[in-house]
């Protein structure tokens, strides 16, 4: 009887053992669409879990939200976080799928999610993490050791992922330069967009009426020209 060798599977050995294209074009206007869609998904979080339990909707823009009656609940502020901690981990488990043609719609989903983003509100002071902190510490304002905590938190959280998404990408060229556009687009796309443009519109007045769950109508259309855009062009992130 001849010996049999086993070889251990290693997601990170099959990765170099494949050829990485480098994302196209249509890959990127894929990508910057799931990211407003991942970014406004997010949002809805928070307020649909708001009206779940508080039984209200929040009042919001693009990037923030909050509550004209009482709600004492952290669930609508933990709901965000969740979410996007869950979109990271199901797009770094889609990367690392045997066949290239789902590894760069595992990392679009992964870092859609805006990982950095999420480290660098934490490391500032701000962000849905550090309320929920707050609450669970019953402080008013956050300490030092809280700020620390909860920074140390996310970034091994975040950090987790973004590892990933570079693991992911074993195997490109100029593999660096492609892993700092993909890392830092979501910060840009969404901060100039969304924060800067849509906030400033709507603190202008411009289609800022609330309509359907407390988003204003700028809001609101944003959001459904973007879900439909993405539902369009979101096969352009899984290419040969």
């Known amino acids: 009887m001849g010996v049999v060798y086993t070889r251990e599977w290693n997601p990170t050995s099959l990765l170099k053992s494949q050829r990485t294209h480098p994302p196209t074009f249509r890959w990127w206007v894929a990508f910057s669409l799931l990211i407003l869609t991942i970014h406004e998904a997010h949002e809805l979080a928070h307020v649909l879990t708001g009206k779940a339990v ?20 952290v669930l609508p502020t933990t709901a965000g976080p969740i979410f996007s901690y869950v979109v ?24 859609s999610a805006n990982p950095f983003a999420r480290i660098f509100t934490s490391v500032m002071g701000g962000g849905d993490e550090m309320v929920v902190g707050r609450r669970i510490a019953d402080v008013a304002n956050r300490t030092t050791t809280l700020h620390i905590l909860v920074a140390v938190i996310v ?21 660096a330069l492609w892993f700092v556009g ?3 687009w979501p910060m840009i796309l969404t901060g100039t967009l969304l ?5 400033r519109l709507l603190r202008a007045g411009f289609l800022a009426q609330p309509t359907i769950a407390g988003a204003p109508l700028l809001v609101a259309l ?18 040969e």
Request: aromatic share 16%.
């Open 222 to 239: 944003v959001t459904v020209v973007v879900f439909v855009l993405t539902g369009m062009t979101v096969r352009w992130l899984s290419s």
């Open 54 to 73: 508080c039984g209200m909707w929040a009042a919001r823009d693009f990037n923030s939200w909050w509550f004209t009656g009482e709600c004492n609940s």
């Open 88 to 111: 990271m981990f199901v797009g770094a488990a889609l990367a690392f799928r045997a066949k290239p043609v789902y590894r760069w719609a595992g990392v679009a989903l992964l870092f």
């Open 155 to 175: 970034a091994t959280i975040c950090g987790a992922a973004i590892l990933m998404g570079w693991r992911a990408m074993e195997g490109l060229k100029h593999r």
């Open 195 to 199: 924060f800067v443009i849509g906030n």
């Open 182 to 184: 993909v890392l830092f």
